[in-house]
């Protein structure tokens, strides 16, 4: 499985910013591809995660209610929806799949498969 992740960059806070994944290289419906991200010093977050098969999703604490995951499977990609950021969701952003429950995935410290980062930086 390979990921290609993009949308990062600077924003102000209270702005809007959407991330992709783009995904190949396999049969995704048993997988789940997720965000993750890691902020300078802090332990790697798994932000939100999605069923590539159905509708189930998960989201972590501090982003419920801001972002917003979707799919669109004909394109293979994954989309991050960030909205009303705030300064402490600067991070470098990942995408991840993984055959596990979306909720497993975001949680699970083992995973296979990684895109490569890409920043996001919320100024105040």
């Known amino acids: 499985v390979q990921l290609q992740a993009s949308g990062g960059g600077l924003v102000q806070a209270g702005g809007s910013l959407r991330l992709s994944c783009a995904v190949s290289?396999?049969?995704?419906?048993?997988?789940?591809i997720g965000w993750f991200r890691q902020a300078p010093g802090k332990e790697r977050e798994g932000v939100s995660c999605?069923?590539?098969?159905?509708?189930?999703?998960y989201y972590s604490d501090s982003v419920k209610g801001r972002f917003t995951i979707s799919k669109d499977k004909s394109k293979k990609t994954v989309y991050l929806q960030m909205n009303t950021l705030k300064p402490e969701d600067t991070a470098a952003y990942y995408c991840?799949?993984?055959?596990?429950?979306?909720?497993?995935?975001?949680?699970?410290?083992?995973?296979?498969?990684w895109g490569q980062g890409t920043l996001v930086t919320v100024s105040s």
């Open positions: 290289g396999a049969t995704l419906d048993e997988y789940a």
């Open positions: 999605i069923s590539f098969s159905d509708e189930r999703t």
């Open positions: 991840a799949a993984e055959d596990l429950d979306p909720m497993y995935l975001c949680r699970s410290s083992w995973v296979d498969y």
